[in-house]
């Protein structure tokens, strides 16, 4: 149960840039490290912590660390760690590396993006190490990299109108992920009241065909992300769907630091 749980909201968790960098009018201005709690009703299934940098020359690293905790531990322990390096200014990833460690087996991909649009991954699985090279729809994003860029919107224009898509490639497969706004609202969390905009989330997983690639089967609608409608369009929180009910991600502890200090 645990494990249906997690694996089939990793995805969107994982995903889930929480702490990336507050976004100041100059935009990445402020470093930031934040913890986030990922729980089912009064279960604490894993926590997550994210360090990101200021931006230098348009370019933004960040790495999100999670782990299993309490009853999903001792169930299904799991440890994952993603890492980006996105071009803010261009859109993009430049690359990433997803690591997954569950059940005594490790996963690491490490992929390059281009402006083709086109990645490059090389995937050690069980001791194997295999290089792909793939042809994307469109500019590529990783799994923390499109958080960045709809931040960066947020920040610059507050409450957003227009739906947002992005194609996400984790270092196995390709997604559409499509954002689309809704209201503000006032959301209570640990680290103060805020007003944040709702953002329902939907994922359509794809295939190649031939040259191109076309949707492998029907959109799945993954839950609603909430974002802080100021200037720092904070991540407060997340609720997704899980076979046994809604999930939801929390933000606990919000550390800022000043670039250049």
């Given at each position: 149960m645990v494990r249906r749980v997690f694996w089939q909201g990793w995805v969107v968790v994982a995903m889930m840039a929480w702490g990336t960098p507050a976004v100041a009018g100059d935009a990445f201005g402020a470093a930031e490290s934040a913890v986030y709690e990922v729980r089912y009703g009064p279960s604490h299934l894993a926590e997550m912590g994210v360090e990101t940098s200021c931006a230098e020359d348009g370019v933004v690293t960040s790495r999100l660390t999670a782990a299993s905790r309490g009853l999903a531990r001792r169930i299904h322990p799991f440890q994952v760690r993603l890492d980006t390096r996105a071009?803010?200014?261009?859109?993009?990833?430049?690359?990433?590396?997803?690591?997954?460690?569950?059940?005594?087996?490790?996963?690491?991909?490490?992929?390059?993006?281009?402006?083709?649009?086109?990645?490059?991954?090389?995937?050690?699985?069980?001791?194997?190490t295999e290089r792909e090279q793939v042809g994307l729809p469109r500019v590529g994003q990783d799994l923390l990299s499109w958080m960045l860029h709809l931040r960066l919107d947020v920040a610059r224009e507050g409450a957003l109108q227009g739906a947002r898509r992005y194609a996400l490639w984790d270092g196995w497969k390709l997604v559409y992920?499509?954002?689309?706004?809704?209201?503000?609202?006032?959301?209570?969390?640990?680290?103060?009241?805020?007003?944040?905009?709702?953002?329902?989330?939907?994922?359509?997983?794809?295939?190649?065909?031939?040259?191109?690639?076309?949707?492998?089967?029907?959109?799945?609608?993954?839950?609603?992300?909430?974002?802080?409608t100021s200037p720092r369009a904070l991540p407060v929180s997340m609720s997704f769907r899980a076979p046994i009910g809604s999930v939801r991600i929390e933000i606990q502890e919000l550390e800022r630091r000043s670039c250049g200090t």
């Open positions: 071009n803010v200014d261009g859109g993009r990833s430049e690359r990433s590396q997803t690591f997954i460690h569950e059940k005594g087996v490790s996963r690491r991909y490490r992929s390059q993006f281009d402006t083709s649009p086109q990645v490059s991954t090389e995937a050690q699985v069980r001791g194997r992920l499509d954002v689309m706004p809704g209201d503000v609202e006032e959301v209570w969390t640990p680290v103060g009241e805020v007003e944040a905009q709702a953002f329902r989330l939907r994922r359509t997983r794809l295939e190649q065909a031939g040259a191109g690639w076309e949707r492998a089967e029907a959109t799945e609608e993954l839950g609603t992300l909430w974002i802080e």
